[in-house]
C-alpha cells in the first residue's frame, strides 16, 4: 500500500469512499506519524486517542453502509483555540490548562459532522499572540523544515514553523494530520503556512462562525484551513464556513461550492494587481524574484497585470498593535480564577485576581494585555484607539477603491524564510514586522490566500499571497490553484526526525 | 511615546496583573518601545475620517425576544476551580 499519508485530502477521501482503504487504517497511519515524529516537532499538545479511534469506527461503519459526509473518516489537527467538547482546550496557555469545554465550536461541529476524525489538539502561540509559535505555555513547535548547508546536508538549527498556527503548519507539513484548522488575526494561517511549504487560506471576516474560538481579538479574528493543496483548502472552507446565528459577525451569505469552481475556467480578463507599497526597503532578492515569477505566471494565464496604490500600508502594523491589544485586554478580562481552571490564592479577591493572571499569563500576552489597557485608559483612548479605529477606515478604503479596477491582489506572504527559534526575540516589534505584509487584510476583513511556489537560498519555503474582495474565496482559491500547479512540483521536508 | 515604571505600575493594576519592580523595569523598556513605533500614526491625517465600525457592512441582525438556551449550571460551573450548590465561590468580598 502506498503510504496513506502522504496522500492529499482529496484522494485519502475518495480512497475511502472507494473501499480502498479505511478511515481506521488511514487514521493508525498518522497516530503512528505523530508517535514517531511529536517528540522532535512538539505540534501536537494533546491527542484524544480513544475517542480519535471511535471516531475513525463510527466513518467506516457508516462507508459501509454507503453514507456518510464528503469529510467521512479523515482524520484532522485542530488547533488548541477552537473548544472541543470533553476534550481539553488551552489555548497553550498556563491560565487555561485544565480547562475542559462543555461546549463545540461551531467549526469544529461542522467538521465532525460532515464525518472528519479528531487526531488531537494542535501547538499554537499562546492566546495566538505571536508569530513564531515560541510563545506557548507547552514550548515552541518546531518547523518540519531545516536550512541546507552549502555541502547540501541539513543544518540542524531547528527553525520555528511560524505563528500563531505554528502546530497546524507543522503538522500538515510533516503528515501528522491530513489538513488542519488554524486561526488569522494578523497573518496566523498565512505566515506559518508560508514558512512551511503548505496552504493557508484566511476567509473573509464573517465566513466562518466565531463561537466557541478561544477570542484573541474579536474584530480581526477569523478562522480558516491549513492544507497540502489548494483542493484541499476549498474542501475544508466548504464545511467550516457557515451562518451561526450564535455568533452576530456570521454572514448569512451562500458558500459556493468551492471544490467544483476550482476546475471551471478563470473569468477572462481577470486583473491582479501588484501594490507598490510592498515593495519595502530592503526587501531580500529572493523574495522580488519570487514576486516577479508569481506574475510571470499569471500573465501567460491570461491575466492582466496592473500597478496599483494602497497608501495606508504602512501604518497598518502600527495601527494592529492598538487595536488587537485593545481587543485583547478586554477579550482576557474574563482570565480571573474565578470561571476558568486556574485560581492562584490571595490575602482578598483583587489579590487573588492579581496573582492568577500573573502566573497563568506569560510575557508577550502580559506585554499585550498591558499595552491594550494602556491605549483603552482614560485620556488615551481617542489619541490611540479611535486614530487606529480611524486609520483602519483608510486601510479599508484603499482597497475599496482599487478593487473598482482590479480582481484581486498579489504579494509576497513574508518579509522572508523561517528563522532559528531565538533569533528574533528581544525586541517585541522586530517579530511584529513579520506581519507586515499579511495585517492589512485582516484589518479591511479580507480574504486572503497563502500558497508554496518556491524555495529560499536556504532551502527552506516561501509563499505568494493573493488578496480578494470580500466572500470572493472562490476566485482566490480558483487563481491559487492556477499558481500552484506553475509552481509544480516542491520538495518536501526530508523527515529527520525519523531517523533518530 | 515613553512611560516609566510608575505608569507600568498603574497600568498592570488596572489590568489585575501583578508586577514585580524588577518586571516593571523590563515592560518599562518594552513598552516604550512599542509605543514609540505606535507614534508614526499621528502622520496620517484622520481629520475627517470616521473610525472603522465593522469590517463587512451588514445589516443588524434581529431576533425573536426569547430564550433559547439555559437549565444547565452545572455545566456552567464545571471549569470553575471552586464552586458550590452551582455558585461561583470568590473570597470573602463584604465583611
Known amino acids: ?500 | 511615546m515613553k512611560v516609566d515604571q510608575a505608569t507600568v505600575h498603574h497600568i498592570a493594576r488596572l489590568a489585575r496583573i501583578k508586577v514585580s519592580d524588577e518586571d516593571a523595569k523590563n515592560l518599562e523598556k518594552e513598552l516604550s518601545s512599542i509605543l514609540t513605533w505606535i507614534e508614526q500614526l499621528s502622520e496620517v491625517d484622520t481629520e475627517a475620517v470616521s473610525p472603522m465600525t465593522s469590517a463587512v457592512k451588514t445589516n443588524m441582525k434581529q431576533r425573536e425576544d426569547m430564550v433559547t438556551a439555559g437549565g444547565y449550571p452545572r455545566d456552567i460551573v464545571k471549569n470553575a476551580p471552586v464552586s458550590e450548590d452551582d455558585f461561583f465561590m470568590v473570597p470573602k468580598v463584604v465583611e
Open chain 1, 1 to 500: 500500500m502506498t503510504e496513506l499519508t502522504t496522500l492529499t485530502l482529496a484522494k485519502a477521501r475518495d480512497g475511502i469512499k472507494n473501499k480502498e482503504f479505511t478511515s481506521q487504517e488511514l487514521t493508525k497511519a498518522h497516530l503512528k506519524n505523530i508517535d514517531d515524529a511529536n517528540e522532535a516537532l512538539n505540534a501536537f499538545v494533546h491527542l484524544s486517542a480513544d475517542k480519535t479511534l471511535e471516531m475513525a469506527k463510527a466513518s467506516d461503519e457508516k462507508i459501509a453502509k454507503g453514507e456518510g459526509g464528503p469529510l467521512e473518516g479523515i482524520p484532522l489537527g485542530i488547533k488548541d483555540l477552537f473548544c472541543t467538547k470533553d476534550v481539553r482546550t488551552t489555548a497553550s496557555s498556563h491560565i487555561l490548562e485544565n480547562f475542559v469545554p462543555t461546549y463545540e465550536s461551531t467549526v469544529t461541529k461542522n467538521l465532525w459532522d460532515a464525518g472528519a476524525v479528531l487526531l488531537g489538539k494542535l501547538n499554537n502561540d499562546e492566546f495566538a499572540m505571536g508569530s513564531s509559535n515560541e510563545s506557548s505555555a507547552f514550548g515552541p513547535c518546531v518547523n518540519p523544515w531545516r536550512r541546507k548547508l552549502d555541502d547540501g546536508s541539513e543544518d540542524e538549527t531547528p527553525l520555528v514553523p511560524g505563528g500563531s498556527s505554528g502546530g497546524s503548519s507543522s503538522a500538515v507539513a510533516a503528515d501528522l494530520c491530513m489538513a488542519a484548522t488554524a486561526t488569522d488575526t494578523g497573518g496566523s494561517i498565512r505566515q506559518p503556512a508560508a514558512f512551511t511549504g503548505t496552504v493557508g487560506l484566511k476567509p473573509t471576516y464573517g465566513r466562518c462562525s466565531r463561537l466557541g474560538i478561544v477570542a484573541f481579538a474579536s474584530s480581526l479574528d477569523q478562522a480558516g484551513p491549513i492544507t497540502k493543496t489548494v483542493r484541499d483548502a476549498a474542501i475544508m472552507l466548504q464545511v467550516m464556513a457557515s451562518h451561526d446565528p450564535l455568533d452576530t459577525t456570521s454572514v448569512d451569505i451562500d458558500v459556493p461550492d468551492y471544490e467544483k469552481i476550482l476546475g471551471a475556467p478563470i473569468k477572462k480578463g481577470i486583473t491582479i494587481g501588484i501594490p507598490k507599497e510592498y515593495r519595502v526597503d530592503g526587501m531580500p532578492q529572493e523574495i522580488e524574484a519570487l514576486w516577479e515569477e508569481g506574475i510571470d505566471w499569471l500573465k501567460s494565464a491570461g491575466a492582466h497585470i496592473k500597478e496599483i496604490s494602497l497608501p495606508h500600508t504602512k501604518y497598518a502594523l502600527p495601527a494592529y498593535y492598538i487595536i488587537a491589544p485593545a481587543e485583547a485586554s478586554s477579550n482576557l478580562a474574563r482570565y480571573d480564577g474565578v470561571r476558568y481552571g486556574k485560581r492562584v490564592p490571595g490575602d482578598n479577591i483583587i489579590e487573588m485576581y492579581n496573582n492568577t493572571r500573573a502566573e497563568g499569563f506569560g510575557a508577550e500576552v502580559k506585554r499585550r494585555i498591558l499595552i491594550g489597557t494602556y491605549v483603552l485608559s482614560a485620556g488615551y483612548y481617542d489619541a490611540y484607539y479611535n486614530k487606529a479605529q480611524k486609520v483602519r477606515t483608510l486601510i479599508k478604503q484603499d482597497f475599496d477603491r482599487v478593487f473598482e479596477d482590479i480582481d484581486m491582489v498579489l504579494t509576497p506572504t513574508t518579509p522572508g524564510p523561517a528563522f532559528g527559534i531565538g533569533e528574533v526575540s528581544g525586541d517585541p516589534v522586530q517579530m511584529y514586522l513579520n506581519d507586515i505584509f499579511t495585517v492589512t487584510v485582516n484589518m479591511a476583513g479580507l480574504p486572503g490566500i497563502s500558497v508554496p511556489t518556491g524555495m529560499s537560498s536556504e532551502g527552506t519555503p516561501l509563499g505568494l499571497q493573493l488578496i480578494g474582495k470580500p466572500f470572493d474565496e472562490a476566485s482566490l482559491l480558483q487563481v491559487a490553484h492556477l499558481m500552484e500547479e506553475a509552481a509544480g512540483d516542491l520538495p518536501k521536508a526530508s523527515k529527520w526526525w525519523a531517523t533518530k
